[in-house]
């Protein structure tokens, strides 16, 4: 069976080896048959004679299809409307550096194959096209600059202009580094594209004391706080605990306010339950005699049972929470999520009533006599707490 299989491997092998590229041409996949005939030819000339002889004529139509279909597209792209018809740019350009750069890899490709007979057509092609693309990064670069330029002069009403303006300031940079003033103006636009969010102090709430509730607050401060900005355009501002002339925003308008209170706390719920079960040994016992005649006597041997029966005991706590987002300009609800910690704790023990030797050997489960306390509860599930949050808000924000 082995054999079968390494000759089957062996014979796809040997196929795609010595293939032309001819499928691909067929298919209309030029710039693929001219990198398969490319590659035929750089192959010893033993695997396929026939494919051999067949790559240069490959490679000659597949590289002039792919050629001019390259061409075509990159003339109709640099006369096309910068512009669509819903007055979205359309970035031209970027279609017609990557054209360009298909182009290249096209004709090093063609130029890799050992085929003396392909020299003379392929000289009347260029065998570089750096420079056109030089020319075309300086046209993409100032394509998106002057997006930017647009977007900029609303960057101090808009934020989300001042966003878009920084975004293709970027590209433009990107294109061309230090293309014309991109770099500086993305700095000065940076600071009006960036939403802000202030968090604000837990709302007064029953469920919680105002110790906890504070610790529960600067738990939640801490973890935000440790954590990197979600998005280069988020800015998370923790409760102020430095003062009232501290103010959020850094001179700037706060567009979002995250709210929060405890909606429930069950600190400790406890419920007990047990189970009866009869149990039997595995063997049998004496249990007694009986007489079958008058003289005789003969034990009687039964499976001695008993009752065993087993307690439980659990403990239920839970913190939840609700927590929303509101525009600061309008107080329009804009997202709002539950968000809470469970704990669970149980432990079992059984008593036994009855023949010892129905237990077969088992002991009886014992308690754990050490529950944990309401206040160990709530520690933990704060912590817990304040860490989800934390996150909650940093995926939340981080597409932003």
Same mark, same amino acid.
Do not use: M
């Given at each position: 069976m082995f054999r079968p299989i390494l000759l089957s491997v062996l014979t796809a092998f040997l196929l795609a080896a010595c293939s032309s590229g001819k499928s691909a041409l067929k298919r209309g996949d030029f710039d693929l048959a001219v990198k398969k005939a490319s590659q035929r030819l750089?192959?010893?000339?033993?695997?396929?004679?026939?494919?051999?002889?067949?790559?240069?004529l490959v490679l000659r139509d597949a590289f002039k299809l792919a050629y001019d279909q390259h061409q075509a597209t990159i003339r109709r792209f640099s006369s096309a409307n910068p512009v669509n018809s819903s007055q979205t740019p359309t970035f031209r350009w970027e279609t017609v550096y990557q054209e360009y750069g298909q182009l290249q890899a096209l004709t090093d490709n063609a130029r890799a194959?050992?085929?003396?007979?392909?020299?003379?057509?392929?000289?009347?092609?260029?065998?570089?096209?750096?420079?056109?693309?030089?020319?075309?990064?300086?046209?993409?670069a100032a394509d998106r600059y002057d997006v930017a330029e647009q977007a900029f002069a609303y960057r101090e009403d808009d934020r989300l202009a001042a966003k878009?303006?920084?975004?293709?300031?970027?590209? +433009? &940079?990107?294109? @061309?580094?230090?293309f014309r003033q991109a770099r500086g103006k993305a700095? #000065?636009?940076l600071p009006f +594209? &960036?939403?802000? @969010?202030?968090?604000?102090?837990?709302?007064?709430?029953?469920?919680? #004391?105002?110790?906890?509730?504070?610790?529960?607050q600067r738990l939640i401060s801490r973890q935000i706080g440790q954590q990197t900005a979600p998005s280069t355009f988020v800015r998370f501002y923790p409760p102020d605990t430095?003062?009232?002339?501290?103010?959020?925003?850094?001179g700037h308008p706060i567009h979002q306010a995250i709210q929060m209170v405890v909606s429930g706390y069950t600190p400790s719920l406890e419920n007990t339950s047990s189970t009866c079960t009869t149990v039997y040994s595995n063997q049998e016992y004496k249990v007694g005699e009986k007489k079958i005649n008058d003289s005789t006597k003969v034990d009687i041997k039964e499976k001695v049972k008993g009752t065993l029966t087993t307690y439980r005991r659990e403990i239920h706590a839970s913190l939840d929470m609700r927590m929303r987002a509101i525009d600061t300009q309008t107080g329009k609800v804009l997202w709002e999520e539950p968000i809470g910690e469970t704990r669970n704790w149980a432990t079992e023990w059984q008593t036994f009533s009855g023949d010892d030797r129905a237990l077969n050997g088992q002991s009886l489960a014992t308690a754990n006599a050490f529950p944990p306390s309401r206040w160990q509860l709530l520690d933990s599930m704060r912590d817990d707490l304040a860490s989800s949050i934390a996150s909650r808000l940093r995926s939340r924000?981080?597409?932003e």
């Open positions: 750089n192959q010893p000339r033993l695997l396929s004679k026939r494919g051999h002889e067949l790559a240069p194959g050992n085929c003396a007979a392909c020299a003379e057509w392929l000289a009347t092609y260029p065998t570089s096209y750096v420079e056109q693309q030089r020319e075309i990064r300086q046209l993409a878009d303006a920084y975004l293709n300031y970027r590209k +433009a &940079i990107d294109w @061309v580094p230090d700095e #000065d636009a +594209a &960036i939403l802000r @969010v202030v968090i604000e102090p837990l709302s007064p709430s029953h469920e919680l #004391d105002r110790s906890d509730s504070n610790e529960l430095r003062g009232s002339e501290f103010v959020p925003g850094d924000y981080s597409r």
